[in-house]
């Protein structure tokens, strides 16, 4: 059987990583953002992990495609590259993830990433020359056969232009009435 020495793992992780790994980028990045509004939501100096190495850990696992607390926790204490962002600071467990998400960066978040979009494009790693739309469509109490063609309103459209001066004349016909049973009231009245 092989032996299993703790001592041979290194001390400063950035050595398994390769050199364009992402994770560096979105360090440095994260970095240079202004987190005043995100420490403003903190009623204690206290904290278990740093806020800024939270935020970091969560823009990289959103970028990855891992939303879920429980797997970003998981991805802490396995994957090197969220071991080099904790940088020696305790793996956060799902409960303070969700905290920090929740509690805090709730309240900061829309600053946050503006600011790291910016900064993205500051670096050119972003251009704004592309619009990406999925074409989703969306219908409150929707299913799979609540869409309408095209066709179908067409038709209905015609109809109702049909029906609109029919509906017009019985509209000035109450109005008339309502005219006149106003003015047989008013005489009866005086």
Known sequence: MREKNQVVL??????????????????????SLDYTELFNTYLRA???VN????FEILVFAYMNRKFSSREIESL???DIRFMWLLNGEPCPSASTIVRFQRGHLAEAIEGLFYQFV???????????KNLFVDGT??????????????????KNLA????KYPLCFTYFQK?????????????????
């Open 46 to 48: 206290w904290r278990k």
């Open 10 to 31: 290194p001390l400063n992780l950035e050595i398994y990583l390769p050199k364009g790994d992402f994770v560096f980028k979105v360090a440095e990045i994260c970095e």
């Open 159 to 162: 109809k109702l232009e049909k």
């Open 118 to 128: 910016e900064k993205l494009y500051e670096v050119g790693e972003i251009k704004f």
């Open 137 to 154: 469509k969306i219908e409150a109490y929707a299913n799979k056969y609540t869409f309408v063609w095209k066709s179908a309103i067409e």
């Open 51 to 54: 806020p800024i190495t939270m």
């Open 174 to 190: 109450d109005m008339v009435l309502a005219k006149m049973y106003l003015l047989k009231n008013a005489t009866n009245n005086s």
């Open 76 to 78: 802490c204490k396995t």
